[in-house]
Nanobody, 124 residues
């Protein structure tokens, strides 16, 4: 049973930084592509970033390119968030894609394991 647990969220001023972490337990983490998504109040959950299982490929939503960086190690995936804006306020989720094909990393349908989320609030 694969489980994902996010941490690192909190309250930060606009322009500040946060580093989110997602710890994986169970399963074969090294074989999963990983993604970060977020959901703001009253909005649908949206893609933020993804990283392939071998860390060779990364993808980002246009809204976070140049500000966010996704990375991973043997058991965790990270999201470094810099130059935060009020519009980055959301609950952030990590998710695992166990299909094996890094075809459409922004599509939620390919992720079958999700964490519980961590709140990020950016004050302006």
């Amino acid at each position: 049973q694969v489980q994902l647990v996010e941490s690192g969220g909190g309250l930060v001023q606009a322009g500040g930084s946060l580093r989110l972490s997602c710890a994986a337990s169970g399963g074969t983490f090294s074989s999963y592509h990983m993604g970060w998504f977020r959901q703001a109040p009253g909005k649908e959950r949206e893609f933020v970033a993804a990283i392939s299982r071998n860390s060779v490929i990364t993808d980002y939503a246009d809204s976070v390119k140049g500000r966010f960086t996704v990375s991973r190690d043997k058991r965790m995936v990270f999201l470094q968030m810099n130059s935060l804006k009020s519009e980055d306020t959301a609950v952030y989720y990590c998710a695992a894609d166990r299909t094996g094909a890094y075809g459409s990393p922004s599509r939620q349908v390919f992720y079958d394991v999700w964490g519980q989320g961590t709140q990020v609030t950016v004050s302006s």
